[in-house]
T-cell receptor, first 109, second 115 residues
Framework: DAKTTQPPSMDCAEGRAANLPCNHSTISGNEYVYWYRQIHSQGPQYIIHGLKNNETNEMASLIITEDRKSSTLILPHATLRDTAVYYCIVNTSYGKLTFGQGTILTVHP | DVKVTQSSRYLVKRTGEKVFLECVQDMDHENMFWYRQDPGLGLRLIYFSYDVKMKEKGDIPEGYSVSREKKERFSLILESASTNQTSMYLC??????????????FGSGTQLSVL
């Protein structure tokens, strides 16, 4: 699976959009981009995934660049409950996901 | 909603004991996984299964075995528990393929302490 690079931490004001970047420059054509988050003491929670096109669901939006070498997870109106570790993972949908260190997002009042 | 249930939230065992961690999912998922999570090391895959009676080693299988006799149940077995197996254990499941294979649903985790 392709390696991903994420900033170790980010801050966001409550009510503002949180934009979390991820680089995956070695992604191959059949690999998907998955985003998860983990709130302290809980299991990771699936957020969204995509292959080529931008995706949106009730939790977030995923923007994938045209060359697929990077992506951005957007939480449109961050709340305090969105404070968590966010993981960007690239995988062939085989399910054997490798979790890196992720980005610690802190949402401030 | 998909539900992945782990049998215990907290477990304390003695060194040398045989330990069973049970996981049940209710969405007819083909894939099931066992991870452990340790501070500073993140989540690491122990074993996974793509079908009943089928298992494959993950990144850190040493000291563990698994059993999948029924599609909904995936058990992690510590044959002889050791203190370095003290960890948070997380079970997950997913459908097979088409982008859905990587959409894992996790249980709440079992915090195992081996004394």
């Amino acid at each position: 699976d392709a390696k991903t690079t994420q900033p170790p931490s980010m801050d966001c004001a409550e009510g503002r959009a949180a934009n979390l970047p991820c680089n995956h420059s070695t992604i191959s054509g059949n690999e998907y981009v998955y985003w998860y988050r983990q709130i302290h003491s809980q299991g990771p929670q699936y957020i969204i995934h995509g292959l080529k096109n931008n995706e949106t669901n009730e939790m977030a939006s995923l923007i994938i660049t045209e060359d697929r070498k990077s992506s951005t997870l957007i939480l449109p109106h961050a709340t305090l409950r969105d404070t968590a570790v966010y993981y960007c993972i690239v995988n062939t949908s085989y399910g054997k996901l490798t979790f890196g260190q992720g980005t610690i997002l802190t949402v401030h009042p | 909603d998909v539900k992945v249930t782990q049998s215990s939230r907290y477990l304390v065992k003695r060194t040398g004991e045989k330990v069973f961690l049970e996981c049940v999912q209710d969405m007819d998922h083909e894939n099931m996984f066992w991870y452990r999570q340790d501070p500073g090391l993140g989540l690491r895959l122990i074993y996974f299964s793509y079908d009943v009676k089928m298992k494959e080693k993950g990144d850190i299988p040493e000291g563990y075995s698994v059993s999948r006799e029924k599609k909904e149940r995936f058990s992690l077995i510590l044959e002889s528990a050791s203190t370095n197996q003290t960890s948070m254990y997380l079970c997950a499941s997913s459908y097979e393929g088409g982008g859905e294979g990587g959409k894992l649903f996790f249980g709440s985790g079992t915090q195992l302490s081996v004394l």
